[in-house]
């Protein structure tokens, strides 16, 4: 079992930053785990925000390129979503996200953290 808190959201301004954070806890070994951040904004279904593999390589949606960043720390069990010139449209609940890179049949998820960018 994978239990995992995230962190780090709030209210900011287009144009802002925010750091989201999400640690895990549980008799894991965090290394072997891909680890993802996903969004749902109103009205709209979740989607994938960024990801990184166990291996370091990473993926972003189109919308976040150039703009998000996404890394873990894997001695402190942590992955962090650095979220760089924020646009309203970044506006939505981020989830925290896990699976093992050899069986992705059981993901685990936060319970999911509010950024709001305000106009």
């Known amino acids: 079992q994978v239990h995992l808190v995230e962190s780090g959201g709030g209210l900011v301004q287009a144009g802002g930053s925010l750091r989201l954070s999400c640690a895990a806890a549980?008799?894991?070994?965090?290394?072997?785990?891909?680890m993802a951040w996903y969004r749902r904004a109103p009205g709209k279904q979740r989607e994938l925000v960024a990801s990184?593999?166990?291996?370091?390589?990473?993926n972003y949606a189109d919308s976040v390129k150039g703009r998000f960043t996404i890394s873990r720390d894997n001695a402190k069990h942590t992955v962090y979503l650095q979220m760089n010139s924020l646009k309203p449209e970044d506006t939505a609940v981020y989830f925290c996200?896990?699976?093992?890179?050899?069986?992705?049949?059981?993901?685990?998820w936060g319970q999911g953290i509010q950024v709001t960018v305000s106009s």
């Open positions: 996200n896990a699976v093992l890179s050899h069986d992705r049949t059981y993901p685990f």
């Open positions: 549980g008799n894991i070994v965090f290394d072997t785990y891909d």
């Open positions: 990184i593999v166990s291996g370091g390589s990473t």
